[in-house]
Nanobody
């Protein structure tokens, strides 16, 4: 089992920045692909960004391309999501997810991820 804990959410004004962190614990020794997803009220959970097990490949949703950056520090078992130029439409609960997968093709489908954090709220005011 892998446990994921997100942190770093909060309330910021439009145009501001936040950095989310996702700390993994438990059986973290495998090649885990990591993803960030978000869910706004009344909407389905959507892919935001993903990074391959070795950090060699990343992928982003079109809506965040050029504004968000995903990275990972395997020595710390932590994944980050740097979010810049935030917009009110970025408001959502952000979730970290992990999938045991030795590939550089990023998975964007939520149901294919095995482990999830509890989520962290991000609210952007206009």
């Amino acid at each position: 089992q892998v446990q994921l804990v997100e942190s770093g959410g909060g309330l910021v004004q439009a145009g501001g920045s936040l950095r989310l962190s996702c700390a993994a614990s438990g059986r973290t020794g495998g090649p885990y692909e990591m993803g960030w997803f978000r869910q706004a009220p009344g909407k389905e959970r959507e892919f935001v960004a993903g990074v391959s097990w070795d950090g060699g490949s990343t992928s982003y949703a079109d809506s965040v391309m050029g504004r968000f950056t995903i990275s990972r520090d395997n020595a710390k078992n932590t994944v980050y999501l740097q979010m810049n130029s935030l917009k009110p439409e970025d408001t959502a609960v952000y979730y970290c997810a992990a999938r045991l997968r030795l590939s550089r093709v990023i998975t964007t489908t939520p149901s294919l991820y095995s482990y999830w954090g509890q989520g962290t709220q991000v609210t952007i005011s206009s």
